[in-house]
């Protein structure tokens, strides 16, 4: 999946780890993704904690696309932050998925994420 996501590419970020249900990425806040107010743009926040998302709900070798996804910002992130999301599936019955993403950065919590997902049709890769 990773050499096909030119998105997670071009922003930096690097896969730590992927499990069944589990995923780590990390990325760094670069200056081209700080606001106007001197921080990181939360859509990039966001974005990490999807990818981290999408790579969990995939590790099992089934198209899964997410259905519902929901954000709560803790605390800013800076430039240069190295930030690190972690999937963690919840549950997971028939088509359907819950998963936690927590995103951390060096003073800690930066925000927490909540994704469901759906299975569609076909497989990432043929085994």
């Not at 743009?41 to 590790?59: I, K, P, R, V, Y």
Request: proline share 2%.
């Amino acid at each position: 999946m990773w050499a096909g996501d030119a998105a997670s590419q071009a922003l930096g970020m690097e896969v730590v780890a992927v499990g069944p249900g589990t995923a780590t990425l990390r990325m760094t806040v670069r200056e081209d993704m700080v606001n106007g107010h001197a921080i990181g743009h939360g859509g990039f926040t966001f974005t990490l904690a999807d990818s981290a998302f999408a790579f969990a709900c995939n590790s099992y070798n089934r198209r899964t696309v997410a259905h519902v996804c929901a954000i709560t910002y803790m605390a800013p992130t800076e430039l240069g932050d190295e930030l690190v999301a972690e999937a963690v599936e919840r549950d997971r019955e028939g088509r359907d998925g819950t998963y936690d993403v927590t995103v951390t950065g060096p003073r800690g919590v930066v925000a927490v994420f909540v994704g469901k997902s759906k299975e569609i049709r076909g497989a990432l890769y043929q085994e």
